[in-house]
């Protein structure tokens, strides 16, 4: 082995960094100004210029193929070579390039040489290859700008060397599997030219190395390879398996993929456009971002301070936030008080579950916040379960199309005025208010009430909350089934039995499976400017619909079955909404009952019934209860035809068919999935399940759907996000543990009808967990100015405290590389 002792290498890289860099002056291929290249410790930094091909250069790809190994070499090389031969050749007017292939590591030494080549290509069966000189060569080749790609066996080179692992990103498992097996990769990066023209999901056949260390977030990776599509072995990275990555490397760019180890690799179309992207962003032909998912290129930052001891001053108990054009924060507080204020749940009291509902805004350009207004609300934990809690209060804030002119607010709330103590009952309203744009002081007496309706109070929980506009604006108003938790043994909350003078709470039928009831909802109405609203066309009802029963419908529903969607996502590029709601208690599958909690979200492309209480994932059936016994396991709902015998539906008893979703999670796992009978029933065992989407696992779980980005290229932010999460789906959860917090990449095709998510990955290394960071995130959103803001709750309940903030996590990585200005200009 080759013993690379600090001094040694220091001296032979800064030889050669000084030899490299005058060889590629002398060849023409660097010519931009000078800078600094990376000193070890105790050397003065040595000055070389960065790579810059003058116009018309010839671009020159150099292939290394020497192994250690003893022996013929392998017949992957030949075809290797063969390929990136061809690809050379072939490519368009300006992207082609000349081949050159090399068993000699002594080209290393070569200055003169080196310095010819845009990038090197490691195509070699691994091992201790190079001697220190030759890797010095190799590093100040790099720090000059240079281009590297390995493949496939190239991650076993230089075992011994930490820099050659940095270059490469990561080292394969021993025990890696060494079968050739056929495998799906998941194409996440759809704008690096290695990936963009590669199927969503693209199955193939090769040799799929284990990671001793997964790089992921050190590296940008573009592509995974799905393990349950094969046979990993017993040291399988799990669902974050990356295949393909890049990152920007000591002054150069460096490129790996795990595939290409067989013959047969190099024949197909796709992974020759895998290679070709690859070979055009290290040879400088294009740019490419390979920075976008590396977490040290993430800033997260807290915006507001604590509360100063019994005031509200920065944050009430947080629920809700929206940016506007201009770049103010204005977020919400449900209504909870802080410790210091006394809690009233005694219904005899006029005071029960009064509380404040507070509006603030963080003002980007003072970074301060203001008390906009106050709400005063029912939701301060009067009421609910044993008069201990309850999820009213205010829960939703949006701003008009046009708030730049109007300054308008409209705000999801429950007035405490509204309540009456002898029912139980009180009133859900949607309403518009004016904001003082120089003050940033709410007008309350400017309230125009757009739409009301009631809601129980007697019994805890799902009031929902979240609201979000299209680009015809149109308004979405996202409502809980109003259902207790308990009295169905954490399943279907279908109830018909437990009542408050005659209004049931625990019996969603009444509520989200009900076509006459606001509640369990997405709502879309058309707001306007006298504070009144229109019904849109598509909604899931006219509101004229009656059957032989007399039941009636409400025209403002576009979605029902959802059980409590605290947070919802217009993508007004596409009108398309994105929603999550939490699930029931059940913390097992019942073979009599049916699923488990499921968290859920959904991309809603039209007006849908989503299943609740009757069918829950990808359309998997509730038992049936009902009176005179409710304890007694009716048949299965039918998904398809499902019906609503309760005897509290005042609606349609024929529902719409019920669309599957495309995330469900449970406290086991991600997608839970069951063999089914022959009427379609899942078994319902635990041991028979399987986990259709292993990056999710629940526990204590409440979804918090999220945004999707999209990036504005006329922007001249310097903290927008990349354009590598344009048109991705953020999909979080309350909690930080095993639970996601990741973004999502769709198929189009398949989305509207429950189709499951292509790729995602995990966002914990960007927006932070921990109890430093953002533990429990109860809403996010970009701004215009592309940086994510988010609001953690804080670390109690129904309270705020000095965790519950306000922060924005934003981009500090830069643009692709290389610079425009260093682009080479390939053979025409």
Request: hydrophobic content about 30%; proline content about 8%.
């Amino acid at each position: 082995m080759h013993l690379r002792g600090l001094s040694a290498r220091s001296t032979h890289r800064r030889r050669w960094a000084a030899v490299v860099a005058a060889g590629a002056v002398a060849a023409g291929l660097l010519a931009a100004p000078a800078a600094s290249a990376r000193p070890d410790p105790g050397t003065a930094p040595t000055t070389m210029s960065i790579a810059s091909p003058p116009g018309g250069s010839t671009v020159r790809v150099l292939i290394f193929y020497g192994s250690a190994a003893a022996g013929e070499e392998s017949p992957v090389v030949d075809a290797g070579i063969a390929a990136i031969e061809q690809i050379g050749r072939s490519g368009p007017a300006g992207q082609r390039f000349e081949v050159e292939a090399t068993d000699d590591a002594s080209v290393f030494t070569d200055a003169t040489k080196l310095g010819r080549y845009n990038t090197v290509v490691f195509l070699t069966g691994g091992g201790d290859v190079l001697t220190p000189e030759q890797e010095a060569g190799l590093e100040a080749y790099m720090e000059a700008g240079g281009g590297f790609v390995g493949i496939h066996d190239a991650a076993r080179a230089e075992p011994y060397s930490d820099w050659f692992t940095g270059l490469i990103g990561a080292r394969p498992a021993p025990d890696s599997p060494t079968a050739v097996q056929r495998a799906t990769v998941e194409v996440g990066d759809r704008q690096h030219p290695a990936t963009r023209e590669l199927p969503l999901e693209w199955k193939r056949l090769d040799q799929w190395p284990n990671w001793v260390k997964n790089p992921s977030g050190d590296v940008h990776t573009v592509a995974r390879v799905r393990e349950s599509t094969y046979r990993p072995g017993a040291s399988a990275n799990g669902w974050d398996h990356p295949i393909s990555w890049c990152r920007d490397y000591d002054g150069g760019r460096s490129f790996y993929t795990g595939m290409g180890g067989t013959v047969s690799s190099y024949d197909e179309t796709d992974f020759r456009a895998h290679l070709r992207g690859a070979l055009l962003w290290t040879t400088r032909l294009v740019q490419a971002d390979c920075k976008a998912t590396i977490a040290a290129n993430y800033k997260a930052e807290r915006l507001t301070e604590p509360n100063q001891p019994g005031q509200n001053d920065q944050i009430g108990e947080p629920h809700g936030l929206v940016v506007a054009p201009d770049g103010r924060v204005l977020y919400i507080g449900r209504g909870g008080a802080d410790a210091s204020r006394p809690v009233v749940t005694d219904w005899n009291d006029p005071d029960v579950g009064k509380g404040k509902g507070q509006i603030h805004v963080w003002d980007p350009k003072t970074e301060k916040v203001t008390l906009a207004g106050e709400l005063t609300v029912f939701g301060n934990k009067g009421g609910g379960d044993e008069l201990t809690k309850v999820e009213e209060g205010l829960l939703g804030i949006e701003l008009d199309p046009r708030f730049e002119e109007n300054g308008w607010v409209y705000l999801h709330y429950t007035p405490h005025s509204g309540l009456n103590r002898d029912t139980h009952m009180a009133e859900r309203r949607v309403s518009r208010f004016t904001l003082d744009l120089a003050t940033n002081k709410l007008d309350l007496s400017s309230e125009k009430v757009l739409l009301k309706w009631p809601v129980q109070v007697h019994s805890c929980c799902h009031a929902g909350g979240g609201m979000a506009w299209d680009s015809q604006d149109n308004l979405y108003i996202a409502t809980g089934d109003n259902n207790s938790s308990g009295f169905s043994d954490g399943y279907s909350g279908n109830n018909p039995e437990p009542n408050y003078k005659g209004v049931s709470f625990a019996d969603a039928r009444r509520t989200a499976g009900n076509t006459n009831n606001l509640n369990g909802k997405i709502l879309r109405i058309h707001p306007e400017p006298d504070g009144t609203y229109t019904i849109p066309e598509g909604n899931l009802f006219t509101g004229k619909e009656t059957d032989e029963g007399g039941g009636k419908t409400r025209g403002e529903i576009y979605v029902m079955g959802v059980r409590n969607p605290a947070r919802i996502f217009v993508d007004r590029t596409t009108d398309i909404l994105y929603a999550g709601w939490v699930g029931p208690d059940a913390t097992e599958p019942s073979p009599v009952w049916g699923p488990a909690k499921y968290d859920t979200f959904a991309v809603i492309t039209k007006a849908s019934n989503r299943g609740w209480p009757y069918c829950m994932g990808d359309k998997q059936p509730y038992r049936d209860r009902n009176l005179p016994d409710p304890s007694q396991p009716l048949g299965w709902y039918d998904c398809d035809h499902p019906k609503n015998e309760s005897p509290n539906n005042d609606g349609l008893v024929d529902l719409p068919p019920v669309t599957g979703n495309n995330i469900w999670y449970s406290p086991q796992g991600g997608g839970p999935d069951y063999p089914r009978d022959a009427d379609g029933v899942p078994s319902y065992r635990q041991e028979e399940a399987t986990y259709r989407l292993p990056w999710l696992k629940g526990g204590g779980q409440a979804a918090m759907n999220g945004p999707v980005y999209r990036y504005d290229a006329a922007s001249s932010s310097a903290v927008r996000w990349p354009s590598y999460w344009d048109g991705k789906w953020f999909v979080g959860d309350f909690y930080d543990g095993d639970q996601p917090r990741d973004a999502v990449l769709m198929d189009p095709k398949t989305q509207g009808d429950g189709g499951l998510p292509v790729h995602a990955e995990s966002l914990k290394r960007i927006v932070p967990v921990g109890d430093d960071g953002i533990k429990n995130l109860m809403d996010w959103k970009f701004g215009p100015d592309g940086a994510l803001y988010v609001l953690d709750y804080g670390r109690g309940f129904f309270t705020s405290d000095d965790k519950s903030a306000l922060w924005r996590v934003t981009y500090t990585g830069g643009g692709p590389t290389p610079p425009a200005d260093q682009l080479a200009r390939g053979t025409t």
